[in-house]
């Protein structure tokens, strides 16, 4: 670094340090140098940096180079990620905040989660068994949520998961399963589009936007008990827009559904629901 970078007033780092709202753009800025290092992790009693903003969703993009995540504080500006050289090519179906990215290396096979942050490796089941005691099928997970950081005990994951020739099933795991149980399929209407833990529980949103209710707990033994309940949200039209999907969040503790949508087949918008 230039010599006069070296000698600024812990004010003024203070104060770049405070304006930078993206986590990325602070491990950047610690990078730069010692003097640097020591306002981003703390070790100066001198340099207090503001908080950062409540963690925003991550929108992956797929590159040549590895993958990156387009950065909502900063206008959409991309952040590449550092990841292994075998995960530059993986398939992305999911995320957890920790930086826990959810991938497949092979088309129904090695599932796994990693951690860009830390590149630890968590491997994830890559069959599922339908019923008590009847056999393991290979499976294609297409979304997934989790009750909690993966390394807590007691965390739980459902998944959305399609196995030919049989639609699409929700499963549920736990971390060190090598195999999803407690799978149940849904009909053409009750279709599980998104999926998000809230209060305890499994909402599922369908594609007629309806909201299954589940509930699962796992005995000692491995076996999965899973209560279930349907509930219809108020009826609402579009002006005759298309509908390209329908996801559910949680925001100030409360369930949003987002709709992707447009006047034509081609193109869309936003609107929270």
Not at 5 to 20: A, S, V
Not at 31 to 56: D, E, K, W, Y
Not at 153 to 163: P, Y
Request: glycine residues 10%; aromatic residues 8%.
């Amino acid at each position: 670094m230039d010599a006069p970078f070296r000698n600024l007033p812990e004010d003024i780092l203070r104060h770049i340090y405070g304006l930078l709202a993206c986590p990325a753009d602070r491990l950047a800025m610690s990078r730069v140098c010692r003097l640097f290092r020591a306002a981003v992790t703390g070790h100066s009693p001198q340099i207090r940096a503001a908080p950062l903003p409540q963690q925003l969703p991550w929108l992956l993009l797929p590159h040549a180079e590895g993958p990156a995540f387009a950065c909502i504080l900063r206008g959409g500006a991309l952040h590449r990620l550092d990841v292994p050289d075998d995960a530059r090519f993986a398939r992305y179906f999911g995320c957890h905040r920790g930086c826990w990215l959810f991938l497949a290396f092979g088309q129904t096979e090695g599932h796994a989660l990693l951690n860009v942050r830390t590149d630890q490796r968590i491997c994830i089941p890559n069959a599922m068994r339908i019923g008590r005691g009847l056999g393991e099928y290979p499976m294609v997970i297409h979304g997934v949520t989790l009750s909690s950081c993966p390394l807590d005990e007691g965390c739980i994951a459902a998944t959305i998961v399609s196995s030919h020739p049989s639609c699409p099933k929700i499963t549920f795991w736990r971390i060190g399963d090598l195999v999803a149980s407690g799978a149940f399929g849904t009909s053409w209407s009750l279709r599980v589009v998104d999926l998000i833990f809230h209060d305890g529980s499994l909402h599922c949103l369908t594609r007629y936007e309806r909201i299954l209710v589940c509930t699962p707990v796992f005995a000692d033994d491995g076996l999965l008990d899973v209560g279930m309940e349907l509930r219809l949200l108020p009826g609402r039209g579009y002006d005759g827009q298309h509908v390209h999907g329908r996801y559910i969040l949680e925001s100030r503790k409360e369930l949003l559904m987002v709709v992707r949508f447009s006047p034509s087949p081609l193109g869309f918008s936003f609107r929270n629901a």
